[in-house]
């Protein structure tokens, strides 16, 4: 499985010999494995990034440019630090960004100060990356944000709850087969037999991961991330997708990220609260953020408090610590 996709990952997103790639990445993290194995693949070298250095806008960017870099993997958390840091790039450097869903303004923000910006998807269970998209600032203007398509030996399927395929355009659960598939869950044979699913959808039986991540294909042939299962809840009766809200959230001015929680600090009194993390405060209008939501969400959809923050809790891994 690593061996594919790393042969997969030299063609695109692409390294070369002469590149110098940054390891920011803690080793306890999946993605650690494109950083420190793929560079070494190609003959490319390696800087490995201290911890303290990686979590301080300011030192990285420092950093990067010190030392030359041309390639950078990281998660949007850890992107938008260094855009707060006045990090320029250059025509020649290229990123990888990935780990959690990323936001429209931030994507068209890096691709100022990239050469290539490439947005990668996958499960731990599915060996790192399993689908990949070459950012077009166009496309995310007129369509959002993809996860591309699969890479080399990769399939992925959007079925419903009978695990049977929908149409184009219709959600469902994002299942991916192939050669990256894992051989499961060690000593957790029930959790394993739940998750790792044969499938006849594609004309044959095949071994299918359920991501538990709602997608669907979009018409011009790219998936489209629409957040987590397990991040549905039920207020008042409707059913709500919280990355549906939090996308809407992203989409006004002066937001970087939100996280969306239902929280029941009440018995009973079940409500949604949206946490924002500012890019800019001058840029932000809380009245503007609110005729938005309005204009884009239902009414059963509508945060009953808006929390501005100075930063979302994270992860070691960069990745929003939610339960924080």
């Known amino acids: 499985a690593v061996a594919n996709f790393l042969e997969s990952m030299r063609k695109a997103p692409g390294i070369g010999a002469d590149d110098r ?3 920011v990445t803690t080793l306890s993290f999946d993605i650690a494995v494109a950083e420190l194995i793929l560079p070494l693949s190609v003959g490319a070298e ?3 990034v201290p911890r303290d250095v990686a979590m301080d806008g300011t030192r990285l960017r420092r950093l990067l440019e010190e030392e030359s870099i041309t390639v950078l993997q990281a998660t949007p958390g850890m992107w938008r630090l260094l855009i707060d840091a006045q990090w320029r790039g250059g025509a020649r450097f290229r990123g990888w960004i990935g780990g959690e869903s990323v936001p429209p303004g931030l994507a068209i923000d890096l691709l100022g100060r990239c050469g290539q910006l490439w947005n990668v998807y996958g499960p731990t269970e599915t060996t790192v990356w399993s689908t990949l998209w070459q950012m077009d600032r ?3 203007e007129a369509n ?3 996860i591309g398509r699969p890479m080399d030996n990769t399939t992925v399927w959007i079925l419903d709850r009978h695990m049977q395929p929908c149409p184009v355009g219709v959600p469902g659960e994002i299942c991916i087969g192939g050669a990256g598939v894992t051989l499961g869950y060690l000593d957790r044979p029930e959790l394993t037999a739940d998750r790792f699913v044969v499938s006849d959808a594609g004309g044959e039986p095949a071994l299918l991961y359920r991501t538990g991540d709602r997608g669907r294909w979009r018409n011009d042939g790219l998936l489209e991330h629409l957040g987590r299962f397990d991040f549905q809840v ?3 009766g409707y059913r709500i997708e919280l990355g549906e809200i939090e996308a809407r959230c992203n989409e006004a001015a002066g937001v970087a990220r939100s996280v969306v929680l239902a929280r029941e600090d009440q018995p009973g009194d079940v409500r949604l609260v949206a ?3 500012l890019s800019s405060a001058q840029a932000f209008d809380a009245q503007a953020l609110d005729q938005h939501l309005r204009a884009t969400l239902p009414q059963y959809m509508l945060p009953q408090h808006v929390v501005t923050l100075d930063a979302l809790p994270q992860l070691p891994n ?7």
Request: aromatic content about 4%; cysteine-free.
């Open 138 to 140: 166009q496309a995310i």
């Open 234 to 236: 039920k207020v008042r």
């Open 46 to 48: 390696t800087t490995i």
């Open 275 to 277: 946490y924002l993390a």
């Open 21 to 23: 790639l940054a390891a």
């Open 318 to 324: 960069g990745k929003i610590d939610r339960k924080a």
């Open 144 to 146: 959002g944000v993809s």
